[in-house]
């Protein structure tokens, strides 16, 4: 998580919304303070377009729908507000409320990550996403070599890692019906013409 943009006077979550709806740069929320979101590099958001699309496509049809990042996410149990790099929603979209685009009730969250955000991303924001009964999957994807990690919630609650390496490799989710060959999801990276 970057620094608080105040860090001495506590925000409501009422004025972060507030905030939110006039700001030119997005930003989390978390326990009174106000965290702006790092911008993305431009692998950072090849690859986020490429999954929005890749999972646009496989779940047309379904009862699944597909968010990017320019959609909110609350987590009810602990009050973060922030924006994953993608979603997937299956069934009825749970909202906030009828004012907001503020998701709810994700089956699966994607996190692109950085050298800046990985030790977050897996960490705390995994923390922090965990108590979302809805949450089934996370699936955090690297930026800079073809690596991806799922996470895959067990019967038990506990979580169990897969890593999936090389673009000759494809993405299955365990939760949805889905596959995406890493190829499609690190199309048009600068280093991808190098493999």
Not at 32 to 52: D, K, R, T, V, W
Not at 136 to 142: A, D, K, N, R, S
Request: charged content about 25%; glycine content about 6%; some cysteine.
């Amino acid at each position: 998580m970057a620094q608080p943009v105040r860090a001495t006077e506590y925000i409501t979550p009422e004025e972060y919304l507030i905030r939110e709806e006039s700001a030119l740069e997005k930003s989390e929320y978390f326990n009174g303070q106000i965290f702006l979101m790092a911008g993305g590099s431009p692998n950072h958001n090849e690859i986020c377009s490429n999954i929005g699309t890749e999972v646009r496509i496989r779940v047309r049809g379904t009862s699944c729908r597909q968010f990017g990042s320019e959609t909110k996410l609350l987590v009810r149990a602990n009050g973060l507000y922030t924006y994953p790099d993608g979603m997937i929603v299956c069934g009825q979209v749970q909202m906030a409320n009828d004012k907001t685009q503020i998701i709810l009730n994700p089956r699966v969250i994607f996190e692109v990550f950085s050298p800046s955000t990985e030790n977050y991303d897996r960490g705390e924001k995994f923390r922090l996403y965990r108590p979302l009964s809805s949450f089934q999957e996370y699936i955090l994807v690297h930026q800079d070599r073809p690596y991806i990690e799922q996470h895959l919630k067990q019967d038990d609650r506990s979580w169990r890692t897969y890593f999936i390496e090389g673009v000759d490799e494809t993405l299955a989710l365990h939760t949805v019906d889905l596959s995406i060959p890493l190829r499609q999801i690190y199309e048009f990276v600068d280093w991808l013409d190098d493999e």
